[in-house]
DNA sequence: TCGTTATATAACCAACGGGCTATGGAATGA
DNA sequence: TCATTCCATAGCCCGTTGGTTATATAACGA
């Protein structure tokens, strides 16, 4: 499995709250990182640490601004992610199928002189 | 966001390689524990722990049959974890608008090539 | 040139993760 | 009763992660 590498790291990334929360941030425009640390009680260092799996994974990109490295969300690498949860998207619909039968069975069964249990 | 211990759950559940395997063989039926420990060069505990990690996500439950503890996969928790993600399906569509917009401005304007603005 | 701002890097630490071996315990079956 | 099978748990090791503080670097503004 060599090329889960690249999965790996994108769920990873996704792993941690404060890297879904920068990546919110940046869905709404790039920053600069200063500007993704306000909201946190967590020094810059650390907010450089998680921008850096970020960048790691794909999901960000850096530019350049005077002394600024403003970050730029890249989407793309959550598509594959995106599709290895849709290839189970079936099975989980799947489920509620099956939830739905046998809700059915509940209903079709009231008619009959024997209750339904619970 | 204090909800958000569950998608963490499920995100690190899906960061390794081994247990996405766990995952996709679960999706084509119940399984024990040594018949999913048998395509991989691991020990068995550690497929124990792997399983422990999915079912702290909640992606996994545990049956009995006699000594075995089949495993049964329960996709719900994907489905959040999928709705996250769709959450930014729009972003990468509008990073491919983005890239025919500049495809486009190169196109026409030729004499002068405008850098793109980070 | 000098101070300020923005960011990165280094060094450190505690906690965790993923692997191992060894062992324990429950259920089966002879 | 006793061996076997399936699985879990306990320790142990070691590399990684997520945070810290302190310091270095880089670009700007005066």
Known sequence: MI??????????????????AIIARLASGDASVTELAEPFAMSQPAISKHIKVLER?????????AQRR?????AKPLEAANEWLERY?????????RLDALLNEMKTAKKKPARPKR
């Open 3 to 20: 090329a889960s590498d690249r999965l790996d790291a994108t769920f990873i990334a996704l792993a941690d709250p404060t890297r879904r």
């Open 57 to 65: 994974a794909g999901l960000v990109s850096r530019g350049r601004d």
């Open 70 to 74: 403003p970050c730029r969300l890249e």
């Open 89 to 97: 998207a079936q099975f989980w619909e799947a489920n509620f199928q």
